[in-house]
Every structure is written in C-alpha cells, then in structure tokens.
C-alpha cells in the first residue's frame, strides 16, 4: 500500500471555508476524498483522475473543488461556504496501479452553526 498523510481538518464557523490536503509516499492514478459523520455510512465527496476527470457528490457541488499536483503525489479539496451538514472525518482514498488501494487516517472537520 501507499502511505497516505492527511492534514488541513479543523473547526469553521458556517460559511468559512478549510482547505484539505493528502500526501502519497508514491505515485497515484486516482484519489477521492470520502467522509463520514457520526451514525452514517461512509461516502464519496469527491473523486479525481486528472483536471478533465473529476466526480462531486450532489452535495458539495459548487462549493467543494478537488485538485492534484502529481510533482508533489498529493490531492487537495478545496471547502468553501461550508455547513454544519458538512461535519465529519474525511478521508483521503488513493489508488495506485501497482499498489492498489490505500486509504487515509482520517482528519476531522467541524462546522459551527
């Protein structure tokens, strides 16, 4: 597997905006970012293959932006007018061709109302 380090959660007021980041120890063909929110499954936010390539759930679109720099193996997401509903730990997913799949620890994202 791909070591994945996440960082950029913390706590913003509704409205505000944070900027997630996801580092990989090697190179990466697609990432997503998933989250989850307590007594909820696990789902996708967003997803990216390259800059034409890109996925959002219905969600966050318009207010969420996934982008990657492939000289530094890292996926960014981009989260603006942000709302309590937007709540949870989420998670860097990272799929490889020749490691396969590796996932993130997690990184918590409050939003107050």
């Known amino acids: 597997q791909v070591q994945l380090a996440e960082s950029g959660g913390g706590l913003v007021q509704q409205g505000g905006s944070l900027r997630l980041s996801c580092a990989a120890s090697?190179?990466?063909f697609s990432w997503g970012w998933h989250r989850q929110a307590p007594v909820k499954q696990r789902e996708l936010v967003?997803?990216?293959?390259?800059?034409?390539?890109?996925n959002y759930a219905d969600s966050v679109k318009g207010r969420f932006t996934i982008s990657r720099d492939n000289a530094k193996n890292t996926v960014y997401l981009q989260m603006n007018s942000l709302k309590p509903e937007d709540t949870a730990v989420y998670y860097c997913?990272?799929?490889?061709?020749?490691?396969?799949?590796?996932w993130g620890r997690g990184t918590q994202v409050t939003v107050s109302s």
């Open positions: 090697g190179s990466i």
């Open positions: 997913n990272a799929f490889s061709l020749t490691l396969g799949d590796s």
């Open positions: 967003a997803s990216i293959i390259n800059r034409e390539q890109t």
